[in-house]
């Protein structure tokens, strides 16, 4: 691309015009004339006047753009303004225009376009200072710029008649769109936006390149306008030939993403540290939990066992009571029968002492008194047993009244129906009548003259075996049975223990439901059986495994489809999740498990997690319904119901391969079923098991009914049973038989003693005198066993006390006993995971045989087991919240210093929280930063590969390539008398092989991106080095340091040192770094070259078919030779293909002539009319030359020249001669 056409409008002092351009360009006239006026207006299209790209008025030495020791500098707006020796033509607000027409040369593709830029200026007052201000800026791009169509200056500078007025900025937008079409015309507000799209143009692009680029380009044009000596070549070749690749964003990334990844790194060391304490809190807290329990059992068995030692103590001591008791009452029947005996021989010795009086009558009549004395003896004990018959008696009424009562109750009847029925309720109502309207009055009977009323006792006698009878066949038909059939009160037995059983079953099953609420209350899920069990069995056996439930990680977050999805899964909610490397050995042990236990299932979830990372699931799945705190639970389910769909009816169902609707009906395997789940077996969140506690609790109230009326029944049916057990048969006949012979017996001796004559009698000495012996004997025993008795009955009292201090002591203890199970059935409720019921019943069986010392030891060490452990617990959690995120602190609350019940409830509390948030961080948290983690490092791999190392490698071969080329042009140029040639060279800085040859190493390592990253890639020691040191680099704290070094490793530029050589055939190439000896044009000619190889680097002359092939020089050629000048030309505009516009005074040009092709002759004179505060103007001369006719003209005059110094050097000689 060149520049066809420049329009320049207010710009300096020229004239608002056009200016045509051909390949070579010439800007003459005096010093102050407005040539370089001219060239700054090209330069500030080409770099839109950007800070650090351009410097106005470049041909003036040591100038700047930044007015260094208070030199005033040219600006846009003073350019704008028309500012000259610091008055102004224009003094009011101006806008002013520069507009370049560029169109691509033979051999390019470009379309040619045009550059705008517009500005507005305005004059600052201050004092008496004036200072000319920008006001607005504005650039435009205007495409499809054909001959008949481009941008001119009538466009810009509008005739209305009157007068020809400049388009204002405001309205330069909208005119442009009319002329050329919107889609023609791009505006662009920053300059770096005008810049990129600018240098796109250049290239023939439809876009703009990249900033770097651009500014590259505009600083290396505005670079080569004037002539500067190059301070060092090695810099020059690398900051302005070889373009510098703009890694800093790539950089800044990988640190980014280095920085992320060991940010995530600490993350999860941070987890994993967290993970692990509260892994040891948890077995601190667990290991309270059953210390405690431990703890509670043994204070319990050791109350069962002082219990069992009292009660054991009160039945020894009872029994040496009855043992006494026994001993006193057997030496009360021997002292009595010894009484007896001695009063025997007593009597014999009277009688004796009688017949040695002789008195024989009266032997008779004592021994028939004798035999009065046994009957009224018989007939008392008689009438005892009487009494007692009476009591049974009168047993038999009140229980034949309750029995009357209880067969009232419909508990009763409900409780046995067939038993109870019509003929039992006849007979009973038979007997009761009867004992009603026979009634017997045995005290009455008691209390009369027995032996003078033997027919009252006769009549009484019939009456009451009638009774007796009656009373048998009643005792028969519910004690006894009749015949061969059983009793009733076995039927009523069996029927008892039936209801019992039914009793302890539905206890049984009240018990279990009240667990399960009491879980629920807890928000924990009463599992199945088997699944319980195969918990217990994993944890027994594998305590690392981590054995978890499904139902307790997943929450159904849309509650409408709760049930059907719940019920679809089934038996799968209860899943066992364990850790992967031991899912094997669960399985094995759950196979292993008697009965039911074996049929848990254990997910597989390193399996899941592979297939659920290849699923796509659809938006209608019911995954998409739920929420999970466990990686494994979510994988789970994904890969194995993430393919059913919720959909809203049976119509969409049956065309659903795997479906579930709200009403729970559910398809698949090309069939469709209900689903359906009572509420009270939702398990899935908190929410279903809130719903499952009120169903179950529901559930439990009506199984407290069921249970309320069997005891009911039960109890009742006991109280009849009981009714019946106090019936016996009745013996009142007998013994009224028994007292009517006794009565007659006793009128018989009456009569025989009455009859008994006194006068007969005989004597026995000797006799009478044995039987005083005998019973002095007698008397002495008596007297023996008396003393016995007074002793045994002072140790009955010893005893006796003995015993009530033992039953104090027993009811004390085994009130302990019942407060320690309350206390262990407190702490059920706290922790339902304890079977209380088996615990008991082994406490009991060991506190019989218990060895208190041992047991009381055990306790102690139980205890300090608690105190280690609360320590311990406490430690753990105090580190662990130190460390840990706001939302994963665990509460604890100091510890008080008391080891209750209160204490066990907190931890408790403390342990299902420490569960919840390591089962979040473990299984959730730390498995999603886990892939996180390796995302970001196979990402920073490819970055790090990509972005750093293959760009790196590529610029250093590219910028080779480049030099290479820049030498396969040099060659075939030769310049000046010496026939010198120019090459660039370079060479390897140590440092920076070391890094080039890490960087070759990464990229040709076939391991990276198969599955291996940078950080595990197997490298050599010295790229292990460098690996690390850049590691360090991109982590650094210091990010602004540590940017710096790393864009300093990453350009590309920094690995070679570069030189130019100058060669001239026959002597030893001179580096141009150490060359000072040469004259001015020798040095001005390399600067030329090498700019010139600067320019086309910048320009991308390598890359495409269009670029910018036009430059600018001020004060060209100042210290060249003609002949040295015309070969640089020669090669800027031939071999290098680019438009050359160049700046001479008047006196200077005229050895070029012949190769210009426009001159624009600039000259500053006087005006007529003052121009704002000036009195001179501006003219521009254009010409287009002829350049054979030049050449020809200059070919001639050389001649004449030649001719005429021929002529005077000749006439010199003749002169002299």
């Not at 931890?907 to 886990?930: A, G, P, T, Y």
């Not at 990402?939 to 910028?959: R, T």
Request: glycine fraction near 4%; charge should be negative; charged fraction near 30%.
């Amino acid at each position: 691309m060149y520049l066809k056409k420049l329009i320049l409008v207010n710009w300096g002092n020229l004239p608002s015009s056009e200016f045509e351009f051909g390949p070579l360009n010439l800007f003459s006239g005096g010093n102050g004339s407005g040539k370089t006026t001219a060239a700054d207006a090209i330069q500030t299209l080409m770099t839109a006047a950007h800070e650090n790209l351009f410097q106005f008025n470049p041909g003036q030495d040591e100038t700047t753009q930044r007015g260094r020791g208070g030199k005033k500098v040219r600006t846009l707006a003073s350019y704008i303004l028309g500012c000259d020796d610091g008055s102004f033509a224009r003094l009011n607000p101006t806008d002013g225009y520069i507009a370049g027409v560029f169109h691509p040369t033979d051999n390019e593709d470009g379309s040619p376009f045009t550059a705008i830029l517009a500005v507005r200026a305005y004059i600052e007052k201050s004092a008496n200072h004036k200072l000319a201000k920008q006001d607005s800026l504005q650039f435009y791009i205007l495409n499809n710029q054909y001959p008949d169509q481009e941008l001119s200056l009538d466009h810009l500078v509008l005739n209305l008649g009157q007068g020809k007025s400049v388009l204002t900025l405001e309205n330069c937008h909208t005119s442009l769109i009319q002329k050329f079409g919107n889609r023609n015309v791009e505006k662009y507000d920053t300059k770096r936006a005008y810049l990129r799209r600018l240098y796109g143009a250049f290239r023939g692009r439809k876009d703009a390149v990249p900033e770097s680029e651009a500014l590259n380009s505009a600083k290396a044009f505005s670079r080569f306008m004037a002539y500067k000596p190059v301070q060092s070549i090695d810099r020059f070749v690398s900051e302005e030939i070889l373009e510098k690749k703009d890694l800093g964003e790539a950089i800044r990334s990988i640190s980014g993403q280095l920085k992320t990844i060991h940010g995530m790194e600490r993350d999860a060391a941070r987890l994993k540290d967290s993970i692990e304490l509260l892994s040891q809190a948890r077995e601190q807290s667990q290991n309270y939990i059953d210390t405690w329990s431990r703890f509670q059992f043994q204070e319990y068995t050791l109350a069962q066992h002082d219990y069992i030692k009292r009660q054991q103590d009160y039945v020894g001591n009872k029994n040496q009571q009855i043992e006494c008791q026994d001993t006193i009452n057997s030496h009360q029947q021997s002292i009595a029968i010894t009484r007896e005996r001695r009063e025997q021989i007593h009597e014999q010795r009277v009688s004796l002492e009688a017949q040695r009086l002789g008195v024989a009558a009266l032997q008779e009549k004592d021994e028939l008194s004798k035999k009065v004395k046994e009957q009224e003896s018989k007939l008392t004990r008689l009438a005892q047993v009487l009494m007692q018959e009476d009591k049974q008696l009168q047993t038999t009424v009140q229980v034949s009244q309750q029995m009357s009562g209880l067969l009232k109750n419909n508990l009763l009847l409900q409780a046995a129906p067939d038993l109870l029925e019509n003929d039992a309720l006849r007979q009973h109502k038979a007997f009761v009548q009867f004992l009603k309207s026979d009634a017997l009055d045995i005290q009455a009977l008691l209390g009369k003259d027995i032996l003078n009323d033997i027919q009252m006792l006769e009549r009484q006698l019939d009456s009451v075996r009638t009774l007796q009878s009656q009373q048998h066949d009643w005792t028969n038909f519910w004690v006894h049975g009749k015949g061969q059939s059983q009793s009733i009160l076995k039927l009523l037995n069996t029927r008892f223990s039936r209801l019992e059983m039914e009793y302890e079953r539905i206890a049984r099953e009240r018990a279990s439901k009240q667990k399960e609420i009491e879980r629920l209350g807890q928000l924990q899920v009463s599992y199945p059986d088997y699944v319980r069990r195969a918990i217990e069995a994993i944890e027994n056996a594998l305590p690392q495994a981590d054995p978890r439930v499904l139902c307790d990680h997943v929450e159904v977050v849309q509650p409408e489809w709760q049930a059907a999805i719940e019920g679809y899964l089934g038996g799968a909610r209860y899943s066992i999740i364990v850790e992967p490397d031991y899912e094997a050995d669960a399985i094995r042990i759950i196979r292993n498990l008697p009965g039911r236990a074996s049929k848990a299932r254990v997910i597989q979830g390193e399996k899941a997690l592979r297939d659920a990372e290849r699923l796509t699931i659809d938006e209608n799945s019911i995954i998409n319904t739920l929420s999970f705190d466990h990686a494994t639970a979510k994988n789970y389910l994904i890969a194995s119901y993430g393919a059913v769909l919720c959909v809203a009816d049976t119509e969409e169902l049956r065309m659903t391969r795997r479906g579930v609707t709200r009403e729970c009906l559910a398809s698949g395997n090309y069939s469709m079923w209900r689903c359906d789940m009572d509420e009270s077996d939702l398990v899935f969140g908190v929410e279903a098991r809130k719903r499952a506690t009120v169903a179950k609790q529901s559930e439990l109230d009506r199984i407290t009914q069921q249970w309320q009326a069997v005891n009911d029944k039960m109890q009742a049916l006991g109280e009849f049973i009981r009714c019946i057990e106090q019936v016996k048969h009745l013996n009142l006949a007998d013994v009224l038989a028994q007292m009517l012979s006794c009565h007659r017996e006793l009128q018989k001796l009456e009569n025989l003693i009455n009859q008994i004559d006194l006068d007969d009698h005989g004597e026995l000495e000797q006799k009478l005198s044995e039987l005083k012996a005998q019973e002095e004997k007698l008397r002495e025993e008596e007297d023996f066993l008396i003393k016995q008795v007074g002793q045994l009955e002072e140790k009955q009292s010893s005893l006796k006390r003995m015993v009530a201090r033992i039953a104090d002591e027993q009811d004390a203890t085994q009130s302990h006993v019942e407060t320690c199970e309350t206390a262990l059935r407190a702490m059920v409720e706290i922790w339902p995971k304890i079977d209380i019921d088996a615990e008991l019943e082994l406490a009991d069986q060991q506190a019989a045989g218990l060895d208190r010392k041992l047991a009381l030891e055990q306790k102690d060490a139980l205890e300090q087991q608690l105190h280690s452990a609360e320590r311990k617990l406490d430690e753990y959690i105090r580190q662990h919240n130190q460390n840990a995120m706001p939302g994963d602190a665990v509460p604890y609350d100091t510890f008080s210093g008391n080891y209750n019940l209160h204490l066990f409830k907190t931890i408790c509390s403390i342990q299902r929280q420490m569960d919840s948030i390591f089962n979040r961080l473990k299984n959730n948290i730390l498995v999603e930063k886990h892939g996180q983690l390796s995302k970001l490092k196979e990402s920073f791999n490819n970055a790090f590969v990509s972005n750093l190392c293959h760009s790196i490698h590529q610029a250093i071969n590219d910028g080779k390539r480049q030099i290479e080329m820049l030498n396969h042009e040099l060659k075939f140029h030769k310049f000046g008398d010496d026939r010198e040639t120019f090459r660039f060279d370079f060479e390897w800085l140590p440092e920076y092989k070391e890094y080039s040859k890490f960087f070759e190493e990464i990229i040709r390592n076939p391991e990276l991106g198969d599955g291996q990253t940078l950080f595990d890639a197997n490298l050599t020691k010295t790229s292990i080095r460098v690996r690390d040191r850049l590691m360090t680099m991109l982590l650094d704290e210091d990010e602004d340091k540590a940017l710096r070094e790393l864009d300093r490793i990453a350009d590309y530029r920094n690995y070679h040192r570069y030189e130019i050589y100058k060669e001239v055939a026959g002597k030893t190439p001179i580096a141009l770094s150490e060359y000072g000896t040469g004259s001015g044009g020798q040095l001005e000619t390399p600067a030329y070259i090498i700019r010139a190889a600067a320019i086309t680097s910048a320009f991308r002359f390598s890359e495409g078919k269009s670029h910018l092939r036009m430059v600018l020089v001020d004060e060209a050629f100042s210290k060249m030779d003609e002949t040295r000048s015309r070969e640089v030309i020669q090669y800027l505009t031939q071999s290098l293909g680019l438009q050359l516009v160049f700046i001479m005074p008047t006196s200077k040009c005229g050895p070029y002539m012949d190769l210009i092709t426009n001159e624009f002759v600039y000259a500053k004179c006087p005006s007529s009319v003052p121009r704002g505060e000036l009195q001179t103007r501006v003219l521009v001369d254009r010409k287009v030359c002829n350049q054979e006719q030049i050449k020809a003209l200059w070919e001639s005059h050389r001649n004449t020249i030649y001719q005429q110094a021929e002529l005077d050097f000749m006439q010199s000689f003749a002169i002299d001669s």
